[in-house]
């Protein structure tokens, strides 16, 4: 049965990577069997211990003992010393990591009815978020997490957090509260930038580089799971550049430390303190966290971050074709052209293969639909291209993508 996957936030949306009317699937679950002591009941033998042995039956034959040379000679474990304690890095980095609670106008989008956050439906927290709600009359809440990367109160989080928000809180780990407002975002990555004003410099961490981070390492992700406030856990990266199906930007890290809803926007930390991954998604069958969790490595975070806050919004190159992908790696072709669009312009024909976009080779059609959204709109690139056995390297102008279109 194919898991469920869902975007861990606490907003009152439903956030899945099913179809939206997909409901969560409930895990049958088989009842436990409870582990009882054996007792060998027998009578002592002559050094005591107990036999099971009748008089006149022969003893067992004593096991046969492990051939040696099967075995390859001790050696010094690879992984030799690991923290004893994370409670450094958690007082370093503590003070950055923020929790966001959203509101909208629930009359103008539910006609007056607050629904429950599903995350939050079934858990011992429902009651609090009722009362919540309740007290605010005309809103409904959401919660979310995201950190600060500058003193001057610029702080990153999901798009899914704050999207359609009518008011953003952000608390600081020392319970302070401050309005923020909505800088950018990017639905495709989903990362947002939002930004607070306070009356003196905010405690801010650093980008990692994820490209150093190794499957195995250790990884320390913090947030506001399930509206608790500032909460850490820790485990390893299980893997690197999971797709997972949510657009064709996708190359997550796979980390199994404790992901819940509330921890989206949150950060994942190097054992130096450094940001590496925003966490952004769960496999879930429960709700709640089954290990599987999903970050946004830094590499891909922190320059959409930068154009965020300088220009609002992502301007993503577009060159106008559809694509399958080869039995091989050998280039991606090409099944249709939007009419006037840069391909068609730069005189590409349907069944072309695309081997090459200036010096960077090919092989799927998510690397060129990444490797044209990565230029910029009017710029010029080469594309390499192979024709009835003919290889032509053609100049393309690249176009502006267009926000409702999700293919290259």
């Excluded at 856990?233 to 199906?245: E, K, M, N, P, Q």
């Excluded at 966290?289 to 577009?318: K, M, Q, T, Y």
């Excluded at 249709?336 to 349907?350: F, S, V, Y």
């Amino acid at each position: 049965m194919a898991l469920p996957l869902f975007l861990d936030n606490m907003g009152y949306h439903e956030h899945s990577f099913a179809p939206p009317r997909m409901k969560r699937i409930a895990m049958a679950c088989r009842p436990a069997f409870r582990l009882l002591p054996i007792l060998l009941l027998g009578t002592p033998g002559p050094d005591g211990l107990a036999t099971v042995a009748h008089a006149g039956e022969a003893a067992p034959a004593p096991a046969v003992s492990p051939n040696p040379s099967l075995f390859a000679p001790p050696v010094p474990p690879v992984v030799s010393t690991g923290p004893l304690t994370f409670a450094p890095l958690v007082r370093q980095v503590g003070p950055a990591v923020v929790n966001i609670a959203v509101a909208q106008d629930s009359h103008a989008t539910t006609g007056g009815r607050q629904p429950l956050p599903p995350s939050v439906k079934g858990t011992p927290f429902e009651h609090k978020f009722r009362e919540r709600m309740r007290a605010h009359g005309e809103e409904m809440l959401g919660a979310g997490s995201g950190f600060l990367i500058d003193p001057s109160g610029v702080i990153v989080t999901n798009a899914h957090v704050v999207g359609g928000a009518d008011l953003i809180t952000v608390s600081l780990a020392d319970g302070t509260e401050f309005p923020a407002h909505l800088v950018g975002s990017d639905d495709l990555t989903d990362i947002a930038v939002i930004q607070i004003h306070a009356p003196h410099p905010m405690p801010f961490v650093p980008w990692g580089d994820s490209r150093l981070v190794n499957i195995g390492d250790w990884i320390m992700a913090a947030g506001n799971p399930f509206g608790l406030g500032s909460s850490v856990t820790a485990g390893i990266v299980s893997a690197r550049g999971r797709d997972i199906g949510t657009s064709p930007f996708d190359d997550f890290f796979q980390i199994d430390a404790p992901i819940n809803p509330g921890n989206s926007g949150g950060p994942s930390f190097n054992l130096g303190g450094q940001v590496v991954a925003v966490n952004t998604a769960i496999v879930s069958p429960t709700g709640g966290s089954v290990g599987i969790g999903f970050g946004l490595p830094s590499e891909i975070v922190a320059p959409i971050v930068e154009e965020l806050r300088h220009n609002g919004h992502i301007d993503r190159g577009w060159l106008g074709v559809t694509l399958t992908d080869g039995s091989g790696h050998d280039g991606v072709q090409i099944v249709g052209i939007d009419r006037n669009g840069p391909a068609m312009k730069a005189h590409l024909h349907i069944g072309d293969v695309i081997t090459a976009v200036n010096d960077e080779p090919i092989d799927t059609s998510r690397m060129l639909i990444r490797s044209i959204a990565a230029k910029r709109p009017q710029s010029v690139v080469v594309l390499h291209i192979r024709r009835h056995h003919e290889a032509l390297s053609l100049p393309a102008c690249v176009g502006h993508r267009p926000d409702e279109d999700m293919e290259d």
